[in-house]
């Protein structure tokens, strides 16, 4: 007999409802993923704020910055240049910020016309020793107007006024400005003469690099201005070479020491020339005035005696024949003699007796012999 139709053993009992177990599993499922979900919302929240913060850019003091979006400058001219401070834009790849030192004080150089070196010993500023000859394709040099080769050196120092210009008008601005430097030093050593260039005119020459310079700076509108420039220059340092160009130099040192010489005895003449001949003709403008003061006096003294004269010819004569012989012979020791011409107007005769005794002096008178008080 089976065990279920067995009155003695109870029935087993009955299983549970076939949906109890998967609404558990449910449940648990839920929680599970409702606890997924709101970590998800955490991570989503912190990435988008973390998306939205990785916009934030700070351009420093001596910075200048460009937004770009998409690869295009945002704004036109100055409202397309951030200033210093916090700035935000839209994190990459929508938004870009290109920083620019334009306060910045920058350097370019050129060595296209300097010997072979390098770094390090351009560093510690310390020579390479000089070769047998030059080479073309190691050492580089500029040539000057009269066909001579010497080593030239430029430097110059310059701050970005236009970053835009600066950024974007050239693939590579700093390159394109080096290039200039050489064109510049390449020309300018072209116009002068190598006696020019290393003794007489070193400062013409080096305003002849900076004036070029600037020029091809400005029909490039680079947005760069210069600060200050510097060039170099200097004779081929082979032995040989070298010995020619210090003899050269040597010789004109001592033609300019010759020639100041000469300058300075010769001022030193043309002063004194000069000094001499302003006294002379100092000398005889003083000579003119008094002279011509003195003939006005006489003939301002005429003018006034001339009525008198005029009046009576013969009294004033005679007055003034007075007056001379009174002033004439006011200091004379002797004897004077003045014998006025007659009525008739014919001279006088006057006879002198010359070497006579002086006469004697006269003693009083004695009184009578009789006569006494």
Known sequence: MSAEHDPHHPP???????????????????ETLRSSFFVIKILMVLLVAVFLCSGITIVGPQERAILLRFG????????????????????????????????QVRVATSTAGWYATTPELAAAKIEPPPGDSLKPGRDGYVLTSDANIIHAYATVRYRITDP????????????????????????????????????RDVTAFREKVRHRLEQLIEEARLGIVIEQSDVQARAPRQESVSRAFDAVTEAGLKSGTVLNEAQSYANTMLSGALGGAAALTNAARTDKTRLVESIRGEADEFTAIRPQYEANPSLYALQRQTETLARVLTNAQQEKFFVAPGADGQPRELRLLLSREPAKPRSAPEPPAGDHH
């Open 72 to 103: 295009k400058p945002v704004g036109e001219g100055e409202q397309a240049v951030l200033k210093p401070g916090f700035h935000w834009a839209f994190p990459a790849p929508i938004d870009e910020v290109v920083k620019i030192p334009a306060g």
């Open 12 to 30: 087993a009992p009955a299983p549970p409802p076939p949906g109890m177990p998967e609404d558990s599993a449910g449940q648990a499922l839920a």
């Open 164 to 199: 835009v210009r600066f950024e974007f008008a050239f693939t590579n601005t700093p390159v394109f400005l080096t290039n200039a430097l050489n064109n510049a030093l390449f020309f300018a050593a072209s116009q002068f003469t190598v006696d020019a260039i290393l003794t």
